[in-house]
Each structure stands twice: as structure tokens, then as C-alpha cells.
Nanobody, 122 residues
């Protein structure tokens, strides 16, 4: 079992920044990926970014490239999503997730956090 707890969401004006955190605990293995997804009401969960825990390879959705940065702290077992130049269309519930392999498909992720709301006002 892997437990994931997100934090850092909130309300921000367009053009502002937020940093989300996701703390992982439990049986995480040596080789795995952590991803961030987001979801708005009535829509499917959308891939945002992912990072390979060993090596730090990163992957981004086109919609966030150049604005969002995913990173991790191996000591704290925490993954971060730094979000800059936020837009109203970034408004969503953001989830972190754990997978043994890389994918932008949420069905490939085995464990999920509870989600944190990000609201960007225009």
C-alpha cells in the first residue's frame, strides 16, 4: 500500500503561482513514477506531469509545458508541482498518483491522493 497526501491548493489570481506538495508513505519500491492529474466537474481526469523517482526524468502535458515544474525530494519522499503563470483554465482539483511505470493514462496509476482544489480567478 502507498499513501499519498496532497497539500498546497488554494485561490490565486491569473498570472500567479502556487506550489502543490504530495507526501508519499508506505511501500513505494525503488523504481516508480509519481504523477499529477487534474479534474474538473463532468470531465475526465487529465494528465499534468509525471516524474521518475530514480533519475528524475520528467514528463509534461503540452498545456502546462513552460509554466509547471514537477520535482521531488528523495529524503522527504515528497513530490512537488510548481505552477507559474496560472490561468483560469488551470482551475481544477489536482491529484497526485503513484505508478510502477510511466503513463499519461490515469488508469495506469495504482494509488491516489485525496486531491486539492486549485482555483484561478480572472
Amino acid at each position: 500500500q502507498v499513501q499519498l497526501v496532497e497539500s498546497g491548493g488554494g485561490l490565486v489570481q491569473a498570472g500567479g503561482s502556487l506550489r502543490l506538495s504530495c507526501s508519499a508513505s508506505g511501500r513505494t519500491f525503488s523504481w516508480y513514477y509519481m504523477g499529477w492529474f487534474r479534474q474538473t466537474p463532468g470531465e475526465e481526469r487529465e494528465f499534468v506531469a509525471a516524474i521518475r523517482w530514480t533519475g528524475g526524468n520528467t514528463y509534461y502535458a503540452d498545456s502546462v509545458k513552460g509554466r509547471f515544474t514537477i520535482s521531488r525530494d528523495n529524503v522527504k519522499n515528497t513530490v512537488y508541482l510548481q505552477m507559474n503563470s496560472l490561468k483560469p483554465e488551470d482551475t481544477a482539483v489536482y491529484y497526485c498518483a503513484w505508478s510502477r511505470t510511466y503513463s499519461d493514462d490515469p488508469r495506469r496509476y495504482d494509488y491516489w491522493g485525496q486531491g486539492t482544489q486549485v482555483t484561478v480567478s480572472s
